[in-house]
């Protein structure tokens, strides 16, 4: 029954995977956007913290955790998400919502997994509009839509007892589009200028998680997750347009004209992430995970945009997660995990000669599937990114996620004929 399942839902979600606007946030626009992906919805309910292996849930943060599956595991993923942004001079209100992930991981054999699936990696999505009087009035609308999308294959292997590694693969694609659109009040037409680039490259991430006993119940994690600095490609297109505007619809092309733009490379930054923790398998979990990236070798889409940079970023997660008894049979709230975890970074991208970055606070709930090993994660995350300072934008964020984990065994080998 599950592999019907599977099948339905990833003809369905490949679909709508590549056309959704996965963020309102204005600073999507730079780089190759804001990035989308932050960890499952389990790791992301734990502040990000994902030093751990699951016997029932694929960890897309440290392909280490492929060694420790057990079952066959279909994970899908959407999020909604509410941002309120204020500046200076006003605020303003949006909502999204967008598949983040599915994913397929398979046991392979009693200490090897795979896993393969598709996620969206970064986002760009805003419309900000402007308006100034006087003698020469002006309107100006600026909008941002697209992202990368990432096709992923990994496996890991546990060496031991105690210690297991991974690697994924990833191939990155997608279409970025943004535009600006400006009206004097005195003059009958207006400018629109559309900027298009098409992405493509491949990434790469290794990883290593070691735990080991250290009472009779209770047990110490250790985690490294390194992804090396690589390059995506960007073919760029631009376009100037003579406009009549129409009001909220887009504009009425009166003539247009193709403006050569150089195609350029973005490097993705390497990220090195060590994580700590401790606890008791199936019962409670309390750990860490820093993130160091050097995003500093970064840059964006066009030569022209002057008023951002890059520096090094950092993240700091924390996070655990308790059950008050996994297999309980009188109370099923009792079998329910409860998570929970802070999370600061800095994001690394520097606007107005200001560092943008972003806090939030997150819980969440692994509600069991009565009758199977299938679970339902529900999440919640309140943040804040940016700030008003130097004219720019604070937006504070909720953002609800919600996954469906699917477990079965497959490759069991019939006893009876």
Known sequence: MIKKIIVSICVLLSISTFAQRGTSSAYSFYGIGETKFKGTSENRSMGGVSIFPDSIHVNLQNPAGYGGLKFTTFSVSGSYNNTESATNFGTGKSQNSSIDYLMLGVPLSPKWSAGVGLMAYSAVGYRIQTVTEGNFATSNQFKG????????LGSGYQINSNLRVGANVDYNFGEIKTSGLEFLQ????????????????????????WDKKVTAKHKVFLSLNYTPESTLDFTNSRTVSTVQFSGL????????????????????????????????????????????????????????I???????GKKIAVGGYYIPQFNSYSSYFKRVTYRAGLRYENTGLVVNNKSIEDAAVTVGLGLPVIGSFSNVNLGFEYGRKGTKYADLVRENYINFTVSLSLNDKWFVKRKYY
Do not use: C, H
């Not at 005195?186 to 998680?209: D, H, P, R």
């Open 306 to 312: 002057s008023n951002a940079s890059f520096e090094n």
């Open 186 to 209: 005195t003059v009958q037409y207006g400018t629109q200028e559309l900027n298009i680039s098409q992405v493509s490259g491949f990434t790469f991430n290794a990883g290593a998680m």
């Open 145 to 152: 839509n697209g992202g990368v999308n990432r096709v992923f």
């Open 249 to 304: 619809s887009d504009p009425f092309i009166i003539d247009e004209q193709k403006i050569e733009v150089a195609d350029t490379k973005i490097k993705l930054p390497s990220k090195v992430a060590f994580g700590a923790g401790f606890g008791q398998e199936q019962k409670w979990l309390l750990g860490a995970e820093f993130t160091l990236s050097q995003s500093s070798s970064m840059q964006n889409r066009f030569e022209d």
